[in-house]
């Protein structure tokens, strides 16, 4: 994804523009190590925009994670690990030294997170499907045709 952002403000009787090129991206890859294994990894990163007329800065973030399905039990183990290098920290700058204004902000989204989960499934697996059956209008058209 890319864009190309432009603000514009009236303030105590000035304009001001404020224009940022942006881009980012999202990206998921799943790998199947056995039957019962399966690995993911998923990333995403953002270059820069706006946000009103702060200038944001870059933000990302890297996902691992592990599946176990138990083939007996019905069962699955995840573990599975969040924003493992910490980069998931918006950061955004306002500099105005004409109206001798300055801000800056930095938001913690998430922090490294290690989660793991077990799943495990109850009740009869071999039910059998709903049936498929006509109605009478069906049968009619067949009947006709």
Do not use: C
């Amino acid at each position: 994804m890319a864009n190309y952002q432009v603000v514009d403000r009236f303030f105590e009787g000035e304009d001001y523009q404020y224009k940022s090129a942006a881009a980012g991206f999202v990206a998921s890859q799943t790998f199947t190590i056995s039957k019962s294994i399966t690995a993911e990894v998923a990333a995403g990163y953002s270059f820069g925009g706006l946000f009103g007329i702060i200038k944001t800065h870059t933000i990302g973030t890297v996902d691992v994670a592990v599946q176990k399905k138990f083939e007996k039990s019905g069962g699955t183990l995840r573990a599975g690990y969040e924003n493992i290098f910490n980069t998931q920290i918006f950061t955004g700058e306002v500099d105005i030294p004409e109206l001798n204004q300055y801000f800056r902000a930095e938001l913690t989204f998430g922090q490294p997170t290690f989660r793991i989960s077990y799943a495990q499934n109850f009740g009869n697996q071999n039910v059998q499907g709903k049936r498929e059956r006509g109605t009478g209008a069906d049968e009619e058209r067949e009947r006709i045709q």
